[in-house]
């Protein structure tokens, strides 16, 4: 298998002052591949540090992509780390790329400054890959005493994403790759450990070939991935498909989608299916419910509206609900969150609206609604339904279990009804 | 100055199913403590693989910290690679940690399995760190052969986090540390380039002690880090002082805050300060600006509430505004704008409302209001304000950018009247 290493570059990195997402994103495209990321390496913007590390995995490993350190001021130093590291002794102006950085000047209004023109200038010994959404090209060297291959991509993640297309074609085109066989399945609503043991003896029933991973996340759920490594390929696919068909037999519709699919992404497609439109009354999820079903593009469609009525009077003002309710029961409770989801399918004509009311934290929970507590409805024509959750997270992972619960509860109230 | 390296386990890292936040969390709070890490390695859920790695990286540093690996599934190994690397011989049940699990389950009303118990097993070798977070336990292991100290932590981040403390601690108690000196000083309005350009004959006069850097990001705006490693403590702090007071002198009210100061903490603080209350109305950010604000603890003491008014429908029904406006001018108008942040005022009876409307795309988009447009307002009493903004990011990025020059109007209106 063919194998890659991913260096960062930024002390950003190091000091934990940004998260690095691109190794994520690049794994995913790589393995795609077939190609195995077998290091992921993190380094600071030193030029000696820079050089050192890639003479060594451009040793170690056939392909090395780098990110970062591209940008127009002088704590970016990896071109000059590059231009030494590649033997080649002189920089040229792209006029390509120039021209896309004028562009963007006009477009932003701001004037052509050496700083932004000089972000053109690339060593002689590369291949320019156009940056189209930024000013800081990219760059392909085939470091051929190594017989590796190098890329050098902006830091900015969509800037490098756009150029990802680019680079698996230059890889493709000078490297034969094997095989990698994943399948994903994605469940929610029930724990790792009781989704692991419901699922203990399937699992020890798996042949050797398979290797399976559980990926909690608070958004998604737990998505389960089988893996198969090299090998004939009909086979590796025939044996993933059957286990495949197992898990939907053992595990029902905890299963709510496959691959990248997410809570957001399956009901929008059920809803479209549908022509279903949907509304949103949230309280302590503080407009993240509607945040994420706007999230897809062409949400408008099936989303008409939310109201995030974080007060008890925004309640009453905005949606309309019956003030006595939030006198009798209280905000967070199973009437206050039903009549929310009411009155937003009323007030936003919708054909489905979903509430959620309850305690984020870190303050506001008493002993009968601790933090952690959720009331989520879903209203549908004569209809409404409610449940409640209680979970044990801070105020951030709270809001993001409650959004994702209040997700899947209309889900589940789609898929029966 | 001490070093520390940091390991993320797991295959999901190397395939890119996850995003590595840990290793961001875990660098800024060791270099707090003057330790700079050097190195973050991800390496993947193979036993050989996890014990070469840890042996080698043991040898190179004082300071190792593990995440992942520790769940409660048959992928997580790091457990039983530690008990290997550490020499032990045998795990015990940790009563304690056991203890937690127990709770856990009976709150999340889920029986205890043996998987579940498993969890409190730990190496003999190792002093426990309790995660009360979580079922799997972190654990503390001083590698005497190599004057190194190991720390395994679980890869949840919120349990990680909680641990944190306990790790700082048990690192002062065993390291004399070194000082490091960060100030961070966060803008927003002003493009990176634009910002060098305007920065660059003060960045020349810098002293060689000093380094700079600038952190772009979209929700943010760009930080500029200056860093001085070692040496004496108060001139390190003079120096910074005075150059970040020329900085100050430098922008003006570019600059709004310092250190994880961020536009919605910011906001929140003026607005505190000030007794007064806002609202939200919001078409193509869908929920991301009341979001945003109420990501704060306490937020409810300023927010009340946010109307998401996808639909034009929406905004004449939840919000009253005049459909001849929309009519007139469309959706996304200066006219629309300001008449959603007055309408919005009026209905959620605040000091202040904000409005956006947009083109996130990557469709609706028309040569006058090209994807990436955005009209915002602020309304007070007995004015309203209104600007107009094109970014030429995605989706995503567009939806980033349009909520931060939101929030960012907002504080230049407060702060200039």
């Known amino acids: 298998m063919i194998e890659a290493c991913i260096c960062t570059i930024g002390d950003e990195i190091l000091i934990g002052q940004i998260v690095d997402t691109n190794s994520a994103y690049i794994s995913k495209e790589l393995n795609k591949m077939g190609i195995k990321v077998s290091s992921i390496i993190s380094i600071g913007d030193n030029i000696q540090e820079i050089i050192n590390t890639l003479a060594d995995v451009t040793e170690k ?95 900015v993640p969509y800037e490098m994403e756009a150029l990802m297309p680019k680079v ?37 029933s798996l042949p050797p070939q398979i290797k399976l991973a559980y990926l909690p996340n608070p958004a998604i759920g737990i998505r389960l991935r089988m ?26 519709d905890i299963i709510y989608g ?30 993240r419910i509607s945040s994420i079903l706007t999230s897809i593009s062409g949400s408008s469609q099936i989303f008409k509206g939310g109201a995030v009525v974080y007060s008890n009077e925004s309640k009453v003002a905005i949606l309309g609900v019956n003030s006595k309710i939030i ?37 506001g929970g008493t002993a009968e609604k601790p933090v952690g507590t959720i009331w989520i409805a879903v209203a549908g024509e004569g209809f409404v339904l409610s449940k409640k959750n209680v979970f044990t997270g801070d105020r951030e992972i709270n809001t993001i279990r409650f959004s994702s619960e209040a997700l899947n509860f209309l889900r589940l109230v789609l898929k029966r009804s």
């Open 258 to 287: 496959e691959s990248d699919d997410t809570l957001e992404s399956t009901l929008f497609k059920s809803l479209i299916n549908e022509s279903k439109s949907l509304s949103v009354a949230e309280s302590c999820t503080g407009g």
């Open 61 to 155: 490993y056939p392909i090395v992509i780098t990110t970062g350190g591209l940008g127009p001021t002088k704590d970016d130093i990896t071109k000059n780390a590059l231009l030494i590291l590649s033997g080649s002794d002189e920089m040229y102006l792209d006029n390509e790329q120039l021209g896309v950085i004028k562009d963007i000047c006009t477009k932003r209004g701001i004037e052509l400054s050496d700083l932004n023109r000089d972000q053109a200038l690339v060593p002689k010994s590369c291949s320019v890959l156009i940056n189209r959404k930024g000013t800081a090209p990219g760059m392909f060297f085939k470091i051929s005493s190594r017989n590796s291959l190098l890329f050098s991509l902006p830091g």
């Open 327 to 363: 006198e009798d029961y209280g905000a967070v409770s199973k009437e206050c969150a039903e009549e929310m989801a009411i009155k937003a399918r009323e007030v936003f004509k919708t054909d489905y609206a979903i509430s959620a009311t309850g305690v984020a934290g870190p303050t």
């Open 168 to 204: 698996s074609e230059l890889i493709e085109k000078n490297i034969k790759t094997e095989q990698i066989i994943h399948k994903t399945i994605v469940t929610f609503g029930v724990a790792e450990s009781m989704l692991a043991t419901i699922l203990n003896d399937w699992e020890s």
């Open 227 to 252: 893996s198969v490594y090299g090998g004939d390929k009909s086979n590796a696919i025939a044996l993933i498909n059957r286990y495949t068909n197992e898990l939907y037999g053992l595990l029902g």
